[in-house]
C-alpha cells in the first residue's frame, strides 16, 4: 500500500509540474475544472445517490457550468466585473463557515443536511465555488505562482499536521468526525503552513518567474509580490504569513467536512481512482475551500 501511495503521489506531483511548466495558466484552470468533474461523481457517491444516470446526471452539469465559469473567466474577463468575483467569492467563505458549524456540532448539526438533494445541492455548490477560485487565480499576472503556492501551502500543511500529530498528538481535534485528527498535528500544520509562506515570499517567485511562458515572462518580471489594500501598501510578509495560516485551516476543514460526508454513508475513501490514495476527493478536499478563500484575498488586495 505504502510503494503504492508513493508511485501515486509521485506521478500526479510530476504531471502537475509538468502542466506547470508547459501550459499557460488559463489552461491549468480547465484542468483543474476537469478534476473537480471526477470529484463530482464522487461527491454523488457520498450524498447517498446509488442510480447511475442521477449521478451522470448531476456530474455532467457540474461539468457544464464549470465550463460556463471557465469562459465567462478566462474569455470574457473584461466583462465580469471584479466586484462581482468578490462577492461570489465572499458568499464562498460564508458557506465554508456554515459547514465548519457541521462539522463543529457533528452529528446534531447534520440532520439538516442528511437528504439526498440538500447534499448533491451542496456538492454543486462546493465545486462550483472552487472552479471559480482556481479560474480567478489563473487570469492573475502571478498565476502560476499564486497556484503553486496554494498548492504547496495545503500539502506542507497536511505534511506537518500527520508528523507533529504521530509525535505530540494528545487532545482530539474533532473525534466524533475524524478521530485520528489532534490538536496538536492541526497546530504542526499551521506553523509549517506559515513557514513555507515566509519561503514563498523570499524566493519562489522567482523561480515562478522562470517557469513562465515567453508571453507571460515580461510582464511577470515587472510584477511583485508586495499587495495593496485598496492602493495602501500593507505589511507583506505578515500578510502573507497570516494568510498562509487561514489557508491551513480552510484545508484541515474541507478535510473533515469530506469526513463527515463519508460517515454518512459509511466509506473510508470517496473512490478508488488514485491507487493507495482513495478518490480525487480525497486528495483535493482540502483545495475546496482553501483555493476560493486564496481567490478572495487576491481580489481584495488587488494582488
Known amino acids: 500500500m505504502l510503494k503504492q501511495r508513493i508511485i501515486t503521489g509521485v506521478v500526479v506531483a510530476a504531471s502537475f509540474l509538468a502542466a506547470l511548466v508547459v501550459l499557460p495558466a488559463s489552461y491549468l484552470s480547465a484542468i483543474s475544472s476537469t478534476v473537480l468533474v471526477f470529484a463530482a461523481w464522487e461527491w454523488s457517491a457520498l450524498a447517498g445517490e446509488n442510480r447511475s444516470r442521477y449521478r451522470l446526471g448531476f456530474t455532467a452539469l457540474v461539468g457544464l457550468l464549470m465550463f460556463g465559469v471557465w469562459w465567462a473567466l478566462v474569455r470574457l474577463e473584461s466583462a465580469v466585473p471584479a466586484g462581482l468575483m468578490q462577492l461570489v467569492l465572499g458568499v464562498a467563505v460564508l458557506v465554508w463557515l456554515m459547514l465548519l458549524g457541521v462539522v463543529l456540532q457533528y452529528p446534531s448539526g447534520w440532520q439538516w443536511l442528511r437528504t439526498v438533494r440538500v447534499q448533491l445541492l451542496l456538492g454543486l455548490v462546493v465545486l462550483l465555488f472552487g472552479a ?10 502571478l498565476a502560476k505562482f499564486w497556484i503553486v503556492y496554494v498548492v504547496a501551502i495545503v500539502v506542507i500543511a497536511d505534511v506537518g499536521a500527520y508528523f507533529s500529530g504521530k509525535a505530540f498528538g494528545r487532545r482530539k481535534l474533532a473525534p466524533q468526525v475524524s478521530p485520528g485528527k489532534t490538536w496538536e498535528g492541526f497546530w504542526g500544520g499551521f506553523v509549517a503552513a506559515q513557514l513555507l509562506a515566509v519561503v514563498f515570499y523570499v524566493g519562489v517567485l522567482d523561480i515562478v518567474k522562470g517557469f513562465a511562458p515567453s508571453g507571460d515572462s515580461s510582464e511577470l518580471q515587472s510584477m511583485t509580490v508586495t499587495p495593496t489594500f485598496y492602493g495602501a501598501e500593507s505589511a507583506s510578509l505578515l500578510i502573507f504569513v497570516l494568510l498562509a495560516g487561514l489557508l491551513s485551516a480552510a484545508s484541515v476543514l474541507g478535510d473533515l467536512f469530506e469526513s463527515v460526508l463519508k460517515r454518512n454513508v459509511g466509506v473510508k475513501d470517496s473512490g478508488a ?31
Request: net charge negative; no cysteine.
Open 132 to 141: 471559480a477560485g482556481f479560474t480567478v487565480l489563473s487570469v492573475n499576472p
Open 273 to 303: 481512482l488514485l491507487p493507495g490514495h482513495g478518490g480525487v476527493l480525497d486528495r483535493i478536499d482540502g483545495m475546496l475551500p482553501s483555493v476560493p478563500l486564496l481567490a478572495f484575498f487576491v481580489l481584495i488586495f488587488n494582488w
